[in-house]
């Protein structure tokens, strides 16, 4: 029904940039917040970045000011540009959506596979 794809990811040396994006495909009638999170090994899940319909944005405190998150509606598409990567940026980095998928239902969360990002020093 739903498919959330991530690409982007990939080695870059410390100081780089990364541009990463997340298209959702399906059955999708709306899609609210999305959003970024990401996990090292060892480590929890954490959030990176929100951005409600409207455009709203929310940031991790470690990320604010080096990451922006943004989104296309028209391609249901939600982009995180990283730059100045530190070593501790290194993760997998998911991709969520908060989908309505048909009325009357409730939205559901959605995730995506996943993309690795691993940064060098």
């Known amino acids: 029904q739903v498919q959330l794809v991530e690409s982007g990811g990939g080695l870059v040396q410390a100081g780089g940039s990364l541009r990463l994006s997340c298209a959702a495909s399906?059955?999708?009638?709306?899609?609210?917040?999305m959003g970024w999170y990401r996990q090292a090994p060892g480590k929890q899940r954490e959030l990176v970045a929100t951005?409600?319909?409207?455009?709203?944005?929310n940031y991790a405190d470690s990320v604010k000011g080096r990451f922006t998150i943004s989104r296309d509606n028209t391609k249901n598409t939600v982009y995180l540009q990283m730059n100045s990567l530190k070593p501790e940026d290194a993760a997998v980095y998911y991709c969520n959506a908060e989908i309505i998928t048909s009325w009357p239902m409730f939205p559901a969360d959605y995730w995506g596979q996943g993309t690795q990002v691993t940064v060098s020093s």
């Open positions: 399906g059955s999708i009638l709306s899609i609210n917040a």
């Open positions: 951005i409600t319909s409207g455009g709203n944005t």
